[in-house]
T-cell receptor, first 115, second 109 residues
Framework: EAGVVQSPRYKIIEKKQPVAFWCNPISGHNTLYWYLQNLGQGPELLIRYENEEAVDDSQLPKDRFSAERLKGVDSTLKIQPAELGDSAVYLC?????????????FGEGSRLTVL | GEDVEQSLFLSVREGDSSVINCTYTDSSSTYLYWYKQEPGAGLQLLTYIFSNMDMKQDQRLTVLLNKKDKHLSLRIADTQTGDSAIYFCAGRGDYKLSFGAGTTVTVRA
């Protein structure tokens, strides 16, 4: 079984530039999550999807962050414009459904550096 | 939401047991989890315990839960160099996980 795939693994941009991250979850996993992991911290939830619906985006800074999961499979997280404080690792995870909400499968993450 | 706290660092000699501790605030958490993160990788679920259990053992891993004190621990028996990683405990509440800051375990020869 293929795992959660994320790209790019690394991205370096200048502040005020846009950036996008892509995630392909494990086949058959209806629930998809985007987490933010700052250095030395645990992951913090940004957004959770059930199929194509964003059911929890309360922690997503909507002035500059956006996400979509149009067909209920892969997902894109965008930041526009990026700020210095956005430097972090962006983790995507998936699970079979709400009942398995703790059994998350994580991708390797996309490490963003904003200069 | 759930607040989860962990000690930040643990150094252990190869072959000894490691004990990683965690405290949480939300007594309604139905499940508590331990995840492992190796350098440059995503998190990997190690084990979990249901809140009505006191202990769960899975090969070299033993999870202890003290609900009264809201304390969770992970014991790794016969610690190996491959166990060097960051270990996160997480509580489940409101359909999402809340993670601690992680405990960095260093295994020395």
């Amino acid at each position: 079984e293929a795992g959660v795939v994320q790209s790019p693994r690394y991205k370096i941009i200048e502040k005020k530039q846009p950036v996008a991250f892509w995630c392909n979850p494990i086949s058959g996993h209806n629930t998809l999550y985007w987490y933010l992991q700052n250095l030395g911290q645990g992951p913090e939830l940004l957004i959770r999807y059930e199929n194509e619906e964003a059911v929890d985006d309360s922690q997503l800074p909507k002035d500059r962050f956006s996400a979509e999961r149009l067909k209920g499979v892969d997902s894109t997280l965008k930041i526009q414009p990026a700020e210095l404080g956005d430097s972090a690792v962006y983790l995507c995870a998936s699970s079979r459904g709400t009942g398995n909400i703790g059994e998350l499968f994580f991708g390797e993450g996309s490490r963003l550096t904003v200069l | 939401g759930e607040d989860v706290e962990q000690s930040l660092f643990l150094s252990v000699r190869e072959g000894d047991s490691s004990v990683i501790n965690c405290t949480y605030t939300d007594s309604s958490s139905t499940y508590l989890y331990w995840y492992k993160q190796e350098p440059g990788a995503g998190l990997q679920l190690l084990t979990y315990i249901f809140s009505n259990m006191d202990m769960k053992q899975d090969q070299r891993l033993t999870v202890l839960l003290n609900k009264k004190d809201k304390h969770l621990s992970l014991r790794i028996a016969d610690t190996q160099t491959g166990d060097s990683a960051i270990y996160f405990c997480a509580g489940r509440g409101d359909y999402k996980l809340s993670f601690g800051a992680g405990t960095t375990v260093t295994v020395r020869a």
